[in-house]
């Protein structure tokens, strides 16, 4: 089923590639060329970035659905991790170069001209963005995937720097062409704002930390093994992430002179608990210890 999932907004992720890049292409053309506006090229930027995003989110979960092998013993689920890190890194690039341009706006406003035809396409823009955005946050959802969840929440972002663009350009038909800097430095702020809490996501899955929610199911998963009959109590249990599924090590303390068939019934009902509670984690690996050990 998880594989599916993968593939579906795997598939997701090309479309809104594509589809990004090419609304970018169009108002970083008419805000450049013809209505010199700098919100509709900051978020034609924007569309382009997003749409790169989109497609690094892509490629990381084509390696996402290759089988672990013996070089990549535990699979390539960390790709993923990988992956949302650098789109994370490509938005933030984008922002500065936004700011940039903003500034420039702001110190020297310049004539925009055409506004009306500009807010029309910022408009459409934003109405395929949010449809797109929401669409695939809703059917993804049960992936528990970060880049796919930063990838839905990216494109959610580029239709409401698009619903900006068109406030933008209403001021500009009225003469007040420095709102064309200002929106443009609160795209360049959504943009960091996501982009850091996605690289600080990703980094701490790339170096195995265990954050509040790999925290509670540890928690979860030691009071499920400890209601297990047999087993005295649970030690130590020890969780890595890796994309959309944890792995993971638990400890039990058993009587001394438990067989080992008794043993491994024990550990297969806890593995069957677990399982049932946490679908998300792909492995559990169960030893017994004494008192005395």
Not at 2 to 14: H, I, M, R, T, Y
Not at 38 to 64: E, K, P, Q, T, Y
Not at 70 to 77: C, I, S
Not at 236 to 262: A, C, F, T
């Amino acid at each position: 089923m998880q594989k599916n999932l993968v593939e579906k907004a795997d598939k997701f992720a090309g479309y809104t590639a594509l589809i990004l890049i090419f609304l970018g292409i169009i108002q970083i053309i008419y805000g450049e060329f013809i209505s010199k506006s700098i919100a509709l090229v900051a978020n034609g930027v924007d569309c382009i970035g997003d749409g790169f995003v989109s497609a690094v989110v892509w490629v990381g979960l084509r390696f996402f659905n290759k089988p672990a092998n013996q070089k990549f013993n535990y699979g390539y689920y960390k790709m993923e991790n990988l992956a949302s890190g650098l789109a994370a890194v490509v938005m933030i690039g984008l922002a500065a170069y936004i700011c940039f341009r903003s500034y420039n706006q702001l110190v020297d406003p310049q004539v925009v001209e055409t506004p009306i035809l500009g807010a029309i396409l910022a408009f459409i823009a934003a109405i395929i963005a949010l449809g797109l955005g929401f669409y695939k946050y809703f059917k993804n959802k049960k992936t528990k995937m970060g880049s796919v969840r930063l990838e839905a929440f990216n494109t959610i972002k580029d239709g409401t720097a698009s619903g900006l663009t068109v406030v933008a350009l209403i001021f500009d038909s009225f003469g007040f062409y420095f709102v064309d800097g200002l929106v443009g430095f609160i795209i360049a702020a959504i943009i960091v704002t996501i982009g850091f809490a996605s690289i600080k996501e990703s980094s701490y899955m790339l170096i195995d930390a265990c954050d509040v929610e790999c925290i509670d199911i540890g928690t979860s998963v030691k009071q499920i093994a400890e209601l297990v009959k047999g087993v005295k109590t649970a030690h130590v249990v020890r969780l890595r992430r890796s994309g959309p599924v944890y792995q993971g090590e638990l400890e039990i303390e058993v009587s001394e002179d438990m067989k080992i068939k008794e043993f491994n019934e024990i550990k297969n009902k806890i593995k069957n608990k677990i399982l049932d509670v946490f679908p998300e984690i792909e492995r559990v690996t169960i030893t017994a210890i004494t008192k005395d050990e």
